[in-house]
């Protein structure tokens, strides 16, 4: 994983990259997930809504939320936030089920 430079990273912490999906990539034990949770904790501190949370978790919920006929009402509480922090996104091997989550909602 390369770090951002010094510039890119005062815009990370003062939110500018909440306006689209940016991805942290790199060998595991590189620091990724501490890197996002204190862009989680800066925008908390810029009062914005945020959400950490693991795929397998986000995926568990959404199946959930499919079987009791749930998912607009779960999906549309997602959208409420000013950023989701979605982790371990390499270790989560999606099932089936979840595509059909995402055929869904198209």
């Given at each position: 994983m390369?770090?951002?430079?010094?510039r890119v990273f005062?815009?990370?912490?003062c939110g500018i990259w909440l306006k689209v999906a940016t991805w942290l990539l790199g060998e595991a034990g590189t620091?990724?997930?501490h890197?996002?949770?204190g862009l989680g904790v800066a925008a908390c501190r810029q009062r914005r809504r945020v959400r950490f949370t693991t795929a397998a978790?986000?995926?568990n919920e959404l199946i959930?939320?499919?079987?009791k006929s749930e998912l607009n009402r779960v999906t549309n509480r997602w959208t409420r936030y000013d950023l989701i922090v979605i982790d371990e996104m390499a270790y989560v091997a999606m099932p089936e089920?979840?595509?059909e989550v995402r055929n869904a909602r198209r």
């Amino acid at each position: 994983m390369s770090f951002p430079t010094s510039r890119v990273f005062q815009q990370l912490c003062c939110g500018i990259w909440l306006k689209v999906a940016t991805w942290l990539l790199g060998e595991a034990g590189t620091g990724k997930t501490h890197l996002a949770i204190g862009l989680g904790v800066a925008a908390c501190r810029q009062r914005r809504r945020v959400r950490f949370t693991t795929a397998a978790q986000l995926v568990n919920e959404l199946i959930e939320a499919k079987n009791k006929s749930e998912l607009n009402r779960v999906t549309n509480r997602w959208t409420r936030y000013d950023l989701i922090v979605i982790d371990e996104m390499a270790y989560v091997a999606m099932p089936e089920a979840a595509a059909e989550v995402r055929n869904a909602r198209r």
